[in-house]
């Protein structure tokens, strides 16, 4: 009978410690809207995370920062988490009347991607790649500014370069080039240039790395990486559709840094902290983030530490 008791006891036991390590009741739908140039980071981080949560069904829709930010303000449409490729897009769009705080997560460079059939690819460089653009037998495309943070910083580049190679007049001559090339997305852009459609695109340096894509690397005081030349950048500015018809606001040049934020009407709460939690730990989805091309750096003040949810201020800092 003691023997009979004993091995009840441990059978329960057993039962008890494995339920505890199964994930406690969380399930249902995840809606995740996301920077495009998110999207194959956030494919693999869904991948693994459902290893541990299966009953969640994460959906994901991948968009340009700002147009996803206006799907949550103008749309009303319902969402869990959103990931930007600019932070200050969550802060001048969503907080505090849709997000409480922004945890930056990772940064990006721009660069210039070429085609495999591109002209002038065995030419082009550090110190020519404008001129190179500006061929009338060359196309180049770029994201929408007014969609796209990509897109804005596109154009930034293009306004540091003239600055940086001291050619007056260039800005307004390259932008005024190749219009029927701009897409609403960089992500958008991609399969124009595999098929050899056209020659270069303004691209983030991750997609260049996360497609197996040839890119040239621009000078720091033009690519908005180093925060170095913070003040550099800053003198880069771009008017962009404002919140209402005919309004503009102003986006200033700065080193690039991605923000991501939970929504305070978010449907499935327990399922966004657990996603977040998983997405922003070092050996989990920043790991995964690494590998593509997208540096951390986790962890950085946030000026609304105070809100973010006890689970996650592991990944800010107090301002």
Sequence with gaps: MRKLISVLLCSIMLTSVASAQKPAGISGDLIIFHAGSLSVPMKEIKAEFNKIYPKVNVLMEPAGS?????????????????????YSVIDKMLVPAY?????KFAANEMCIVYAD????????????????????DVAFGRADPNSDPCGYRSVMC????????????????????DLNYI??????????????????????????VQHNLKYLVLPDQVNLKNSKYADVYKNAVVDIK???PGETD?????????????????????AALAFLEFMLSKDKGMKIMEKDGQP???PMEEKNYSAVPDRLKPFVKKP
């Design 66 to 86: 700002v147009e996803c930010a206006r799907k949550i303000t103008d749309l009303k449409k319902p969402c869990d988490i959103m990931a930007s490729s600019d």
């Design 99 to 103: 997000a409480d705080w922004n945890i």
């Design 117 to 136: 059939k591109a002209k002038y690819k065995d030419q082009i460089n550090e110190k020519n790649w404008f001129d190179i653009l500006m061929k009338q």
């Design 296 to 298: 951390s750096v986790i």
């Design 158 to 177: 293009i306004q540091l370069a003239e600055t940086y190679y001291k050619k007056p007049g260039l800005a307004k001559q390259m932008l005024a080039k």
């Design 183 to 208: 897409r609403p997305k960089e992500v958008d852009l991609i399969g124009v240039l595999e098929s050899n459609n056209i020659d270069y695109i303004f691209l983030y340096r991750s997609n260049a």
């Design 250 to 270: 102003q986006v200033k040049g700065e080193p690039m840094i991605y923000g991501v934020t939970m929504i305070k009407d978010a449907p499935n709460r327990e």
């Design 242 to 244: 404002g919140k209402k």
